[in-house]
């Protein structure tokens, strides 16, 4: 690692419609000010605001999802067989988490859309699986408690949320030179990575796997990886999907904490730490459960408002810019040292090499 760079931290967002990539750094940044203000680092907020401490940029995909639509933008002809499928096995996964919370165990209602999840065994034919998970869709939208959890309101809302990482898994839709969706989001991250310059990356949900996969082709070095609500272990159809397989924590990455709140809905009871293989240094998964008590936990600004995952981001940060300020002082000092002061220096050497013992 090049001592001498000045650390980059990389924001990588999760799902959702059309964004303004500048006005969503400020607010990470600004909630990330407010979880160091929590850990006692008011101190370094000025240099983290200003990017003083570290380049801030945000890695930015959703354009890529919509063409400019709206995330709730999806209907019943808007998913193809593959998709739907995927979207099918992220509502049973869903579902089966919601049903083993407390308040779930006498919900009939939510018994009896699971029931419906199971295939029947009757052949559907073009776009049955399409009409299959908007008929389930419309059913969780109408669940209540479970609907209002993950702030759904219709089916399209249901859709929306989960088309965006099933199209991601799907591993297909090219562009004109032949690049699959998943890749070119992928390219979107790595565009915003420097492997001259130490890099810490913060990713949320369907941005924690982009970062991971991304990551796993990179070779520059980072310091720390950051997951909050993540759904990677996801065991029907996030985690079978992942690529590179086994999964394994990047090669580069020095550390990597995930945090996960205990009403994040999206995240799953499985664990990275129990899952995810070590890289050649030994790194894996540090899980930490956070409790916010909050109606919607999922949301990105949340996680990075908590003093638990600023702490650690702000240290890092801290330590790379001190030895990044402290080794361009000593490249300049060793710079300004005048050319006659360096000869001088050499014939008093040259001098003390050829001058007889004292005394012969």
């Not at 063409?67 to 499928?85: H, I, R, Y």
């Not at 969706?181 to 420097?194: E, G, K, P, Q, S």
Request: with cysteine; aromatic share 6%.
């Amino acid at each position: 690692m090049n001592g001498a760079a000045k650390p980059k931290l990389l924001f990588v967002h999760g799902i959702g419609g059309p964004r303004d990539p500048r006005e969503e750094l400020g607010t990470w940044k600004r909630a990330l000010a407010g979880g160091a203000r929590a850990a006692d680092l008011a101190a370094d907020i000025s240099a983290l605001t200003m990017d003083w401490m570290a380049d801030c940029s945000f890695a930015y995909y959703g354009d890529l999802f919509a063409d400019g639509e709206p995330q709730s933008a999806v209907g019943p002809d808007d998913l193809d067989d593959e998709e739907a499928a995927i979207v099918l096995g992220l509502l049973a996964e869903f579902l089966e988490e919601e049903a083993g919370r407390p308040e779930n165990q006498d919900n009939r209602a939510l018994a009896r859309v699971r029931a419906q999840l199971a295939p029947d065994g009757r052949p559907q034919g073009a776009g049955g699986a399409a009409r299959h998970a908007w008929a389930i869709a419309t059913a969780v939208a109408a669940l209540p408690g479970v609907a209002q959890v993950a702030r759904w309101s219709s089916a399209r809302d249901v859709l929306g949320t989960l088309s965006q990482p099933a199209r991601y898994l799907r591993r297909k839709g090219e562009d004109a030179q032949g690049t699959t969706l998943d890749a070119r989001i992928r390219d979107r991250v790595l565009r915003c990575l420097d492997p001259a310059r130490p890099t810490v990356v913060v990713g949320h949900s369907l941005g924690s796997v982009v970062a991971f996969e991304a990551l796993a082709s990179y070779d520059g070095p980072v310091p720390l990886l950051v997951t909050i609500g993540s759904p990677i272990a996801t065991s029907g159809f996030v985690w079978p999907l992942l690529v590179p397989r086994p999964p394994a924590t990047p090669r580069r990455v020095d550390r990597w904490l995930d945090f996960w709140d205990g009403d994040d809905v999206v995240v799953p009871r499985r664990k990275l730490a129990d899952l995810v293989r070590p890289n050649e240094r030994g790194v894996k998964p540090e899980p930490e459960r956070l409790d916010s008590r909050l109606w919607w936990a999922h949301g990105a600004t949340s996680y990075l408002g908590r003093a638990e995952v600023a702490g650690p981001v702000v240290r890092t940060l801290s330590a790379l810019s001190a030895a990044s300020v402290s080794s361009a002082a000593s490249v300049s000092s060793t710079a300004s040292v005048s050319p006659a002061a360096s000869n001088a220096s050499a014939e008093t050497d040259a001098s003390a090499e050829t001058a007889p013992p004292a005394g012969s």
